[in-house]
């Protein structure tokens, strides 16, 4: 079980102290736990809110690896299901350009898996709870090395004067559950029209027909639909999608939230209390129409434990040219899949009609290439630990 606070008035130095109880956050612990490091975890202990929260993870090999290597992957079978395989991957650009991607094809039995925010949250929390080495807190404690894994909008990192260079996209992301007319069959399903960008992920199970979308439109559209009636949004998405699931219902209430690009311009600092490291979406967030997200949080958190777990004996946990090697490692990640995204959007936000007619001509002559979107769909999926 997790290991019992110190008593009041005998301080206990730890390893790690990690700031942050988000997945990213969880993960870690678990990660650097397991080679018997001391590690605070500081942060609440539950969703600090009654809000049910209706987003839904895309989560690749490499990601699910980093999970079901410290046993926190959700049940695949639990009822109903809370992890999605996805089979199939479709997408459309705005002129009849067309791309598919398919699991059989590329040799692999799932493109990705979606999963439930809610159920992988309370996995690791249950697999915090029976890991030794790890403490609750609820203030940071004296520490080796910080971990910053509050967000993007993280205090601790504002506190320390880290730049963190914003670029908003002018977009809310408008994220609900969908309840389909016909099951879903496995595939994940994105639509890239006038700018907007809008995806449908398959949820409860192989056989399910319920989708969770997200949908990135102008901030003053997403306003609109969240004040409308919400049988208002899901008959938009049934237009949108062309009907390819039937006819769409509510099934929560939709949400929404900006859209930016954002980056640390340095992931570490150097404190006269101890090193600090930041990860997650403390240190980076991009436009979720790459799914990628969790995925590059979960990666930096693996590449931080690996850099710790190989340490040469004599260096210490916050050895400034330690944590240099995990920055490098992981900006050149991020950074390349920061200009895919940030030139996918900027390409599809183009108004041009010739611009247009190229961007949809290539995603057919793409979807004809064979061995580089074999290629594009395995980087996609990361790499094996």
Not at 309 to 324: C, I, Q, S, T, V
Request: charged content about 20%.
């Amino acid at each position: 079980m997790t290991s019992p606070a110190p008593r009041a008035g005998t301080p206990r130095r730890y390893d790690v102290a990690i700031r942050g109880t988000g997945v990213v956050g969880l993960t870690l612990a678990l990660l650097l736990a397991r080679d018997r490091l001391r590690v605070a975890l500081v942060g609440p202990r539950a969703a600090t809110t009654d809000t049910p929260d209706v987003r839904a993870y895309a989560l690749n090999a490499a990601a699910r690896q980093v999970l079901e290597s410290v046993r926190a992957w959700p049940d695949d079978s639990a009822s109903p299901p809370t992890v999605t395989p996805v089979h199939a991957m479709q997408v459309w650009g705005d002129q009849g350009g067309e791309l598919r991607f398919d699991a059989g094809v590329v040799g692999v039995p799932s493109l990705t898996w979606i999963v439930d925010v809610p159920a992988l949250e309370a996995r690791l929390r249950e697999a915090v709870g029976f890991q030794a080495g790890i403490d609750w807190l609820d203030d940071a404690p004296p520490a080796a090395l910080t971990v910053v894994c509050e967000g993007k909008h993280s205090r601790t990192r504002q506190a320390l004067g880290i730049e963190f260079d914003v670029k908003p996209y002018g977009h809310k992301a408008v994220a609900a559950r969908l309840q389909a007319e016909q099951p879903h069959g496995g595939v994940a399903r994105q639509w890239f029209v006038q700018g907007q960008i809008m995806a449908l992920l398959p949820l409860g199970g192989a056989l399910g027909n319920s989708v969770a979308l997200v949908w990135s439109v102008p901030g003053e559209q997403a306003d609109a639909w969240l004040a409308g009636p919400p049988q208002a949004l899901a008959d938009a998405v049934t237009e949108r999608s062309h009907g390819v699931l039937g006819q769409l219902q509510m099934q929560s209430p939709a949400q929404a939230w900006p859209l930016e690009s954002s980056r640390a311009r340095h992931w570490i600092a150097h404190t006269p209390g101890g090193s600090v490291a930041l990860a997650g979406d403390a240190a980076h967030a991009m436009h979720p129409l790459a799914g990628q997200g969790l995925n590059l949080g979960l990666a930096d958190a693996a590449e931080l434990a690996r850099v710790l777990h190989g340490r040469e004996y004599w260096r210490e946990l916050g050895d400034p040219k330690l944590l240099r090697r995990y920055e490098r490692a992981r900006q050149a990640d991020v950074q390349a899949m920061a200009w895919l995204t940030e030139g996918l959007f900027g390409l599809f936000d183009h108004a041009d009609a010739r611009v247009q007619a190229l961007r949809n001509w290539g995603l057919s002559a793409f979807d004809r290439s064979g061995p580089l979107k074999r290629w594009l769909a395995r980087q996609a999926m990361g790499p094996a630990l």
